[in-house]
């Protein structure tokens, strides 16, 4: 082969590499979830059920973090990433994680946060889950079940407090004040 054959072949081969691992990155649904009231839904028998349970939090340079929840059914596995900082609390109710997060706010001695918006995840159309965050913790997750096998469920958040020091990228003649 001559030398330039070569380098185009290999040129093209890493491209197709590099389109196959994002690919593969990329597959998955994101889950439709619809908000609930919360006070309503511990009323009811769903929301005296136990679930699986896990805190996450965001975590960087503020002073004061804030939290969610994800409340799952039993058969459900919940993979995380991105060095999210999670807790596993076992099996809790909607009521006991409510409880959970006013201990955890009070003990750190936090003044922020919002009350938890409660918010119910669909597969297909059966609920698998609740999500509670803090109004400022958009939630989403992603059904990247591979095959026949259990449901695997990958959560994702985004901090979406805005940082008044820095320039607001959607006005970019004026400080965020």
């Avoid at 955890?104 to 938890?116: D, E, I, K, V």
Wanted: charged share 25%; glycine share 10%; with cysteine.
């Amino acid at each position: 082969m001559r030398r330039e054959t070569l380098r185009v072949l290999l040129g093209k081969v890493s491209v197709v590499t590099v389109v196959a691992a994002l690919a593969a990155c990329a597959s998955g649904s994101v889950l439709k979830w619809n908000q609930v009231d919360a006070d309503a839904l511990m009323g009811t028998g769903a929301g005296r059920q136990t679930y699986n349970a896990i805190r996450f939090e965001t975590f960087g340079p503020r002073a004061e973090q804030i939290f969610g929840y994800f409340l799952y059914r039993d058969g459900i596995e919940v993979v995380t990433g991105e060095g999210i900082p999670v807790a596993r609390l076992g099996k809790k109710t909607l009521q006991e994680v409510m409880a959970d997060y006013d201990r955890l706010r009070q003990s750190r001695m936090y003044t922020g946060g919002s009350r938890l918006l409660v918010r119910e995840v669909l597969r297909g159309d059966a609920v698998v889950g609740y999500t509670a965050s803090d109004l400022n913790m958009d939630v989403q997750l992603w059904d990247i079940t591979q095959g026949e096998g259990p449901p695997v469920l990958r959560l994702v958040y985004r901090d979406q407090r805005r940082d008044y020091d820095s320039p607001d990228p959607l006005r970019p003649h004026r400080r965020g004040y």
